[in-house]
């Protein structure tokens, strides 16, 4: 059975079979062959090639069709997909560095090349990956600690707030740590708690556009996303109405580009048997 197998775009410069061996001009390399999906929107690109110069993109066409220079290096890439990187919008990671880089690496392994993280993020461990690069992982955006009701039995990894105060503090104190943006859950876990209030989740996303940060929901019902998330100016909304993990935007008409689960950058994928 074939498989897609992903791997980060400079890690396909290595890979030589089919290749051809020439003098190279430095830091030049021409991928020709594949498929590639170019991200914007139009018809892939059969037969491709493109070119990477100092680890930047230069040109994009077909093959034969590209100004490849004298003594680049070349990588065969016929019969393989090249498409952008996932960026995975909506997840929660381990909170020990090894078992967070191998799970960042796995990402990576599968095409992502971003990942955020949802709330849950205790400790340092995730603000010191997010600031260095490690080969073969997929890079990590963290909304440190979210922000919910109190919710005895479950995890008590967020925030658990109860008044304006205590939200505001608690946004006051992710700030400083520079999380990428608030998370909230906005849920009763299907009547087993009480659900952040109106008051609660306003202050909250006052607070954090005080500070330039974007709030995103975990919201469960259709109608109450409606209820909160125009009214109270949310930025982003996670979890479908089947509990499903999905990061979409609340503006979606404005704001297009973000009304899906993943955003992407280039990468390489690779369909092998």
């Known amino acids: ?43 892939p690109i059969e037969n491709s090639a493109f070119i990477v110069a100092n680890n930047r993109f230069t040109q ?30 909506h997840t929660h990671m381990p909170v020990t560095r090894d078992a967070l880089i191998d799970s960042l ?5 599968y095409g992502a090349g971003v990942v955020m993280s949802l709330g849950q993020d205790t400790g340092d461990v995730a603000f010191q990956v997010r600031e260095e690069t490690i080969p073969g992982a997929a890079r990590l955006r963290t909304a440190g600690r979210g922000l919910t009701a109190p919710e005895p039995g479950r995890t008590e990894a967020p925030y658990w707030v109860t008044t304006e105060a205590e939200a505001r503090k608690a946004v006051d104190e992710q700030a400083a740590r520079k999380v990428d943006l608030i998370k909230i859950w906005v849920d009763d876990r299907d009547g087993m708690y009480k659900k952040l209030t109106p008051a609660l989740y306003g202050a909250i996303i006052d607070e954090a556009h005080k500070r330039n940060l974007r ?33 979409k935007s609340s503006r979606c008409s404005s704001s297009a580009r973000m009304c899906s689960s993943y955003r992407t950058f280039p990468i390489v994928v690779s369909r092998t048997t």
């Open 60 to 89: 994009v066409g077909r093959r034969g069709q590209v100004n490849v220079p004298a003594g680049a290096s070349r990588v065969d890439l016929t019969g393989k997909t090249v498409m952008p990187a996932i960026v995975d919008a």
């Open 215 to 247: 709030v995103t929901a975990h919201i469960l019902r259709w109608r109450m996303r409606r209820a909160c998330c125009v009214p109270a100016s949310m930025d982003l909304r996670t979890a479908s109405a089947t509990r499903t993990s999905m990061t």
């Open 105 to 109: 690496q796995r990402k990576a392994y």
């Open 1 to 43: 059975m074939r498989r897609l197998i992903c791997g980060l775009l400079f890690l396909a410069a290595f890979s030589t079979s089919g290749s051809t061996q020439a003098p190279q001009a430095a830091g030049v390399t021409v991928f020709e062959g594949a498929r590639l999906i170019t991200g914007d929107g139009t018809a």
